[in-house]
């Protein structure tokens, strides 16, 4: 018979992976690209460049465009382009990734398989680590508070090198604290694999041997073998760094970027406290400033840090902890301190505060051990605090309980809204057929220039057949036509058509190639006259869930899909939907082939039910990298992955 104990952790782990691999199923089932398409598809780069047969040309001619892109105006930008096609920063991952390729499966099913494994090593690992020192019970409790526990999604949303780096640090933990010598023998080999893994190991191990130095410290179990062969492994992080050619592409001042860093690091404290839960919705709040709100609520949380802190003094002073308890907590409070204040002086080029990003993700389990402690030890010494009188004792052991019951509840809300934020966020699907025809037309000779980030990624990671990519985002119009005046193909994502000089704003009711209404909402077309008054729709609904809201209202047919032709009584058509409705091409009647209505100036205007109003315009009166009066067309449009050939000017003599 399951003893209490079994039954308890049974739930917990249960709960952790319904929760963690649900969310990662229901992301799959209602996404086609990955989250965060360009953050995910980086890691996928190394791998694609490595199996294509011209990766090394196009290595060489994205490094000529890094030293002549604007620096000042997008220096981040550089840095990501830099790291996805020289620093190979995750060598374990990008082999696996590559076999998995190689083995014929498909980039995104990679991509969400390595998600959901991520959910599972990351909470095999972190419940080893809170097992070890909290026992069965109180292990999963601390579960519990760590299924919401995401920082921002890099772990809940990111299959990163990092997070297996971090999680492989847990064991390494689970190891110190476990203080068996037969088990400290695993803690340089954990050192050493989450090294091989990623770079980024240098957060973990160095934290790794400071607490070994702070456990063992006057104890017979000292091991200078142990301590020895995990030092080498971090000296071996620092030389990967050294040696490793990251450029400095920022044009800021190192002290300019610890001053980013601290800043970043401020809001990070202030956004996520707990008492959001309560008053965040009374205080205006935007990422990129500090308001009175911020200041106040953040001071009312540390007050709430402080009186934890006296509560884990408390308890010190009253023995309530064992000796190796102590010595876990005073490392953890001393190794995770010192990585907050060091983490905004490592200052890395381009990006703000990323390694203090990389820090909460191995600090803030750590945390929960020593929450899972102090509410351990409250509870056993529960009976003694309520008959000793001290309403001070009871004072704290109650805000204490606030406290736990509070963080849950904003960590709910907070990861629910993450989830839902992520899962529509730029939900969009390029076509594999798009980039097929472009490598067929464009050969190893055509330039190719891209609007993104994301087109690149997913062009360079399924074979680009020219040697030519040009990094169009990188650069002002100016820079263009001066490095790379003649460009033969374009490739950007339909869904941000206003990016770099195309005219027209990003739709945001845009989903995976179509026009998304729900019921109450109502799309305006108009065109310039002359283009006759019969427009052709492609939708995806329900029967009769598009009418044409004028006299003479006309409804599709009972089929609901396929191109329908709307007749109108002028240049302007507005369409109301009375239910789900995806709408996947405009035609308008000149010969038109393409899906949607290139350069015939026809804009649409898109009204929620709940009165927004999102505009957005198909003509182009100058398309970078083409200069205005250059003559272009769209070669495919099937999907968010919108593919332009440029074409030879007119030749004045022949007209």
Not at 16 to 24: S, Y
Not at 193 to 220: D, F, N, Q, R
Request: aromatic share 14%; charged share 15%.
């Amino acid at each position: 018979m399951l003893s209490r104990n079994s039954i308890v952790v049974a739930a917990a782990i249960m709960l952790f992976v319904v929760i963690r691999v649900g969310g990662v199923l229901w992301m799959m089932h209602d996404r086609a690209e990955p989250i965060e398409i360009d953050d995910n598809y980086i890691n996928f780069v190394q791998a694609g460049l490595k199996n294509s047969s011209n990766g090394g040309k196009i290595i060489a001619s994205l490094n000529q465009q890094l030293n002549q892109a604007d620096e000042k105006l997008l220096s981040e930008y550089r840095t990501s382009v830099y790291m996805a096609i020289n620093y190979d920063y995750h060598v374990v991952h990008t082999a696996i990734y590559r076999l998995l390729s190689k083995a014929g499966m498909e980039w995104r099913n990679i991509y969400w398989a390595a998600a959901i494994f991520t959910q599972l090593f990351f909470g095999l690992c972190i419940f080893i680590l809170f097992y070890v020192v909290l026992g069965p019970k109180w292990a999963s409790f601390a579960l519990l508070l760590a299924v919401f526990f995401d920082q921002r999604g890099t772990v809940y949303w990111y299959p990163l090198a990092h997070v297996y780096c971090v999680a492989v640090g847990y064991l390494m933990f689970a190891c110190l604290y476990s203080l068996q010598k037969k088990y400290l023998y695993f803690v340089p080999i954990c050192a050493l694999v989450s090294s091989v893994i990623y770079p980024g190991a240098l957060i973990p191990v160095s934290m790794g041997l400071a607490t070994y130095v702070l456990l063992t410290w006057k104890s017979e179990k000292w091991d200078v073998k142990i301590f020895a062969s995990t030092l080498l492994v971090l000296f071996a992080c620092l030389a990967s760094y050294v040696f490793s050619r990251i450029p400095d592409v920022s044009q800021q001042s190192y002290w300019s970027n610890v001053r980013g860093s601290v800043f970043h690091e401020f809001n990070f404290f202030a956004q996520y406290n707990i008492y959001y839960v309560m008053a965040g919705d009374l205080v205006e709040t935007h990422y990129a400033y500090v308001h009175g709100g911020h200041i106040a609520l953040l001071m009312l949380h540390i007050v709430a840090l402080l009186s934890i802190i006296w509560h884990i003094v408390v308890l010190f002073k009253s023995n309530r902890f064992t000796v190796s308890e102590k010595r876990i907590v005073l490392s953890i409070g001393v190794t995770t301190g010192i990585a907050m204040f060091a983490a905004p002086l490592c200052a890395f080029p381009g990006y703000a505060a990323v390694i203090f990003v990389r820090s909460i993700d191995v600090c803030v389990p750590l945390w929960f051990v020593v929450l899972g402690l102090v509410c351990k030890a409250s509870y056993l010494h529960w009976k003694e605090i309520r008959t000793s009188g001290h309403f001070a004792a009871c004072l704290r052991v109650a805000f204490l309980s606030i406290f736990c019951v509070l963080y849950f509840s904003q960590r709910v809300g907070q990861a629910s809204t993450n989830f839902f934020m992520k899962k529509g966020e730029n939900n969009v699907y390029f076509s594999e057929k798009a980039l097929k025809l472009l490598n067929e037309l464009s050969g190893e000779r055509g330039t190719v220039y891209f609007d993104g980030l994301s087109t690149l990624y997913f062009a360079l990671t399924r074979g680009l057949a020219s040697n030519h990519p040009v990094a169009a985002f990188m650069f002002t119009p100016e820079q263009v036509q001066k490095y790379y005046p003649r460009g033969d193909f374009a490739v950007f994502q339909l869904s941000n058509v206003s990016q770099n000089d195309l005219t027209g704003t990003s739709f945001s009711s845009w989903r995976q190639g179509f026009i998304s209404l729900q019921k109450g909402d109502t799309l305006e077309m108009s065109w310039p006259p002359g283009l006759g008054q019969e427009v052709s729709i492609r939708a995806n609904c329900a029967a009769s869930t598009l009418t044409q809201s004028l006299a003479g209202a006309h409804n599709l047919s009972d089929t609901g899909s396929g191109w329908q032709a709307i007749r109108s009584s002028g240049n302007s058509l507005l369409i109301h939907a009375v239910g789900p409705i995806y709408i996947s091409g405009i035609r308008v009647p000149t010969g038109q082939v393409t899906n949607w209505p290139w350069a015939k100036g026809v804009s649409l205007t898109y009204r929620s039910r709940n009165g927004s109003t999102n505009a957005f315009c198909f003509s182009f009166e100058k398309a970078l990298p083409f200069s205005l009066g250059q003559r272009f067309i769209v070669l495919d449009d099937s999907s968010d992955l919108v593919v332009i050939r440029n074409l030879p000017p007119l030749d004045i003599s022949d007209e």
